[in-house]
């Protein structure tokens, strides 16, 4: 069983940035992967970016790619996301996901954080 933690969400204006991280409670296995995915009221939980834990290997959604960078450190066991140019409709509970097929890695999931652009 891993357990996720975020942070790092917060408000912030249109046009900046902010850096979610996620930290696991355990080694991840490097063919696995950890991603970002985020959720409105009324809509469902929405991918948003995801890397292969070996790191050879980085998926986003289009609506976020040249914005949003993914990354990890495998020595802290945690992943960030880098969000630039944010605009009002990147606001959402961003949730951390983990899992065996890394480019829907939604096996484990964290509590989520709140991101908030204001316009």
């Known amino acids: 069983q891993v357990q996720l933690v975020e942070s790092g969400g917060g408000l912030v204006q249109a046009g900046g940035s902010l850096r979610l991280s996620c930290a696991a409670s355990?080694?991840?296995?490097?063919?696995?992967?950890m991603g970002w995915f985020r959720q409105t009221p009324g809509k469902e939980r929405e991918f948003v970016a995801a890397?292969?834990?070996?790191?050879?290997?980085?998926h986003y959604a289009s609506s976020v790619k040249g914005r949003f960078t993914i990354s990890r450190d495998t020595a802290k066991n945690t992943m960030y996301l880098q969000m630039n140019s944010l605009n009002p409709e990147d606001t959402a509970v961003y949730y951390c996901?983990?899992?065996?097929?890394?480019?829907?890695?939604?096996?484990?999931w964290g509590q989520g954080t709140q991101v908030t652009v204001s316009s």
């Open positions: 996901g983990a899992g065996s097929r890394w480019y829907n890695p939604s096996d484990y």
């Open positions: 355990s080694r991840i296995i490097s063919t696995y992967g």
């Open positions: 890397i292969k834990w070996s790191g050879d290997n980085t």
